[in-house]
């Protein structure tokens, strides 16, 4: 049975900064809680500019926060098809910025294989299945989601197939109207099998995207207006990308 949707809710913050620091202070604190329950709690990160503030952040706010880091699982919900130690990689900017900085276990970062690794967007889409299948523990303790002017998340661009797809867990996207144009994304089901969705916005130029994904009269929704984590749905937004609510 799939677990109820909840209604989204909004936080704004005055700007960048502040919208980095409450996310990584809230992130530390729901992983300790998870790992006070007994819980290994599996974490999908995004990429973009205030995910890289996010994830330094978190790295700054880590001595003392209590958590054990060979207890966590790290995921991503999209990847850039491009090779290994390509800077455009969603991973590589994670570890760079927070990954590398803490103990964490090898084997509980779980990377979307790269295109010198695999085949073609699809065979990594495939192999990227088969690991949180083994390894995801049937949901995301908290997925953190990046929005893109147009709406979309992760990779789920509008008017693209993969959008509709209800049958894999992650599917490969070519000819993406961003670059690279080659990607991995996970799916709808799979980013909705989450406890806890936080949307984050930062800058003017995501206000009407954001506007549009939270409107409920909306015909045709957004990508972004159809992931709900069955915990909580918050939009973290600074005061520029929260101006057209």
């Known amino acids: 049975m799939t677990p109820t949707a909840t209604e989204p809710t909004v936080e704004v913050l005055p700007d960048a900064s502040a919208l980095a620091t409450r996310v990584a202070t809230e992130l530390l604190a729901r992983i300790v809680a998870a790992q006070a329950s007994g819980e290994e709690p599996q974490i999908a990160l995004t990429g973009g500019t205030i995910a ?61 294989p790269a295109s010198d690794q ?65 990607r991995v994304s996970l799916t709808l089901p799979a980013l909705n099998h989450s406890r806890a969705v936080w949307f984050v916005a930062s800058g003017e130029g995501k206000a009407a995207a954001v506007a549009a994904a939270l409107d409920p009269s909306a015909a045709d929704p957004l990508p972004a207006a159809r992931v709900r984590g069955h915990g909580e749905t918050v939009w973290f937004l600074d005061a520029a990308s929260a101006g057209d609510l």
Not at 98 to 107: E, G, N
Not at 145 to 170: M, N, R, T, W
């Open 52 to 112: 890289d503030a996010i994830h330094h952040e978190v790295s700054r706010l880590v001595p003392g926060s209590g958590v054990d880091w060979s207890r966590v699982g790290i995921w991503w919900g999209d990847e850039r098809f491009v090779a290994a130690n390509s800077p455009d990689r969603n991973a590589g900017q994670a570890r760079a910025a927070l990954l590398d900085q803490v103990p964490i276990p090898a084997d509980h970062v779980h990377e979307v």
């Open 118 to 182: 695999a085949a073609d967007p699809d065979a990594a889409a495939a192999a990227y299945s088969s690991e949180l299948r083994a390894f995801g523990g049937g949901e995301f303790a908290v997925l953190m989601l990046g929005v893109g002017p147009d709406g979309h998340i992760a990779s789920l661009f509008p008017g693209f197939p993969q959008v509709e797809v209800e049958d894999k867990i992650a599917v490969g996207v070519t000819g993406s109207p961003k670059p690279p144009p080659e």
